[in-house]
């Protein structure tokens, strides 16, 4: 897309939001029915463009990771939307309620909202920003990744049909229409993909000083401690690694553990992996998105192989099903110990002690999710040395289901928070009202200074 067609877009967006700057409760959930009716009207036709995008994907895992996920943050937003939009009773000072002054606080639309998406859930990561942007009162620009190109067509064919040009617009186009995108003058723009692009957006975004929200990545690491149930790791592991083939910014990257635990860990990891999808008879998996990135992924095992780890392959028996590559105790200099895998492979390093494997996360940039296993004593020994956008006790992945919980990174893992409550306040502005009393108070600190000014002054500053 063009200079020429993205202006046009966002002059209607904007003139969208000019004609209605503050939707009332209505008109907000009706943009959300016909969000959810989107969904679950066109979802056929949705799998379909997914699983062309992957080359395979499981459906069962589309309809969940893209589909359910959706529709269950619109939902909880039509449920919430009258409690989140209520202003709230701030306290007033005492020295100006005497004037009769009130003060509260209000959430107000800021206006258009871009939302630049990535290829990994490529329904889901488009969709629920727009949840909260529309629940939020704004109209809305998306531009999906290119990677998924016929999802992006997809929406970009369906969206029309569900909302006017006036309050939610898609774009198609390759990197460089996603440059042009990111320098558009939004009122807010939320970015999903890596850290260096993000880079890039955020300068583009100074120019016109456009509000941020990067969902970015990392290595997510999990914090075996004394005493967890290996199997239960082993389990929660393996799904993370199974599910979108580990394509998923909160997968878990690599696994902390002691050699002894390290020794029992193995085999039942390659139990977890071969039930994985033995239940079934279809094909369940998940491809990884494109030669690139396969290529990526091989790169990666075979520099850990180079740099000293040991490597296994554990793989359903299934042709084409599930396979996990692991890699144990590379050396310091490995990529793998530094980039984020975001693929069916696993590093696995051991560390003597609790101690040593939280210093081993603080080293590197915060994480978008820290996953712990163990009792709760070492739960709060994580919770206490450790910073990451989310702090997972005994699961994986799943705080991504619930609904009211923030989410987003922290330092390199990204910044805001977005989806249910806080995703209605990400794409607000928290505006303050102030409502004067019918005393004039500024007649007091105005010359000619009252005698007791000297008191006045005394007096406010022990309120
Ligand atoms: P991607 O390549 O699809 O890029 C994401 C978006 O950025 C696309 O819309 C693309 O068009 C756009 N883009 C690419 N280059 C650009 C540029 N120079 N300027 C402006 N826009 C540009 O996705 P990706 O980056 O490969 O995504 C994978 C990364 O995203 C991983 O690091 C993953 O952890 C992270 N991620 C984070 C979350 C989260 O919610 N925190 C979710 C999913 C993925």
């Known amino acids: 897309m063009t200079d020429d067609l993205l202006n046009p877009s966002l002059a209607a967006l904007r003139r969208g939001h000019k004609s209605d700057p503050a939707p009332v409760l209505a008109t907000r959930l009706d943009r959300l029915r016909r969000l959810r009716a989107l969904l679950l009207e066109r979802e056929a ?36 939307l009258s409690f989140w939009m209520q202003s709230q009773r701030r306290q007033t000072d005492l020295s100006l309620r005497f004037s009769g002054a009130r003060c509260e606080s209000a959430y107000t639309p800021k206006g258009v909202v871009g939302i630049l998406s990535p290829w990994n859930f490529p329904i889901n990561l488009a969709l629920s920003p727009l949840a909260s942007a529309l629940a939020a009162g704004n109209t809305a620009f998306i531009k999906p990744s290119e990677i998924t190109a016929a999802t992006a067509e997809r929406l970009a064919h369906l969206i029309p049909e569900y909302f006017g040009p006036e309050e939610v617009q898609v774009a198609l186009g390759d990197v460089d229409t996603s440059r042009r995108f990111a320098a558009l003058p939004f009122d807010h723009l939320i970015y999903t993909g890596g850290e260096q692009v993000a ?14 929200t ?13 005493g967890a149930d290996l199997d239960l790791v082993a389990r929660k592991v393996a799904f993370g690694k199974y599910f979108n083939a580990g394509q998923i910014c909160i997968a878990p990257d690599y696994v902390l553990m002691t050699a002894d635990q390290l020794d029992q860990f193995l085999p039942k990891l390659a139990r977890a992996v071969t039930r994985a999808d033995a239940s079934t008879t279809d094909n369940d998996a998940v491809s990884v998105i494109n030669a690139r990135h396969k290529q990526r992924l091989e790169q990666l095992i075979s520099d850990a192989k180079n740099k000293g780890a040991q490597l296994h392959h554990f793989a359903s028996e299934k042709p084409g099903g599930y396979s996990l590559h692991v890699a144990i105790n590379p050396g310091e200099d490995a990529d793998i110990c530094r980039e984020e895998i975001f693929g069916p492979s696993l590093m696995i390093k051991t560390a003597d002690s609790l101690a040593s494997q939280i210093a081993m996360v603080g080293e590197g940039p915060h994480p978008l999710a820290i996953y712990v296993f163990g009792d709760r004593r070492t739960f709060d020994e994580v919770a206490k040395n450790s910073q990451s956008g989310a702090l997972i006790h005994n699961d994986i992945i799943f705080q991504y289901a619930n609904d009211d919980l923030p989410f987003g990174g922290i330092g390199a893992s990204g910044m805001g928070k977005y989806r249910g409550i806080d995703g209605f306040r990400e794409f607000s502005n928290h505006r303050a009202i102030y409502r004067g009393g019918g005393i004039d108070v500024s007649k007091m600190v105005t010359p000619p200074y009252p005698r007791i000014f000297g008191a006045i002054n005394k007096i406010m500053r022990k309120l």
């Open 45 to 80: 036709d949705l799998l379909d463009a997914l699983s062309h995008d992957f080359g395979y994907r499981s459906k069962q895992q589309s309809a969940f990771a893209d589909i359910t996920t959706t529709v269950k943050s619109v939902n909880h937003a039509i449920k919430n």
């Open 214 to 226: 990067l969902e970015l990545g990392g290595k997510c690491p999990v914090i075996v401690g004394p």
């Open 199 to 212: 880079k890039s957006i955020m300068r583009s975004a100074a120019d016109n000083l456009v509000p941020l």
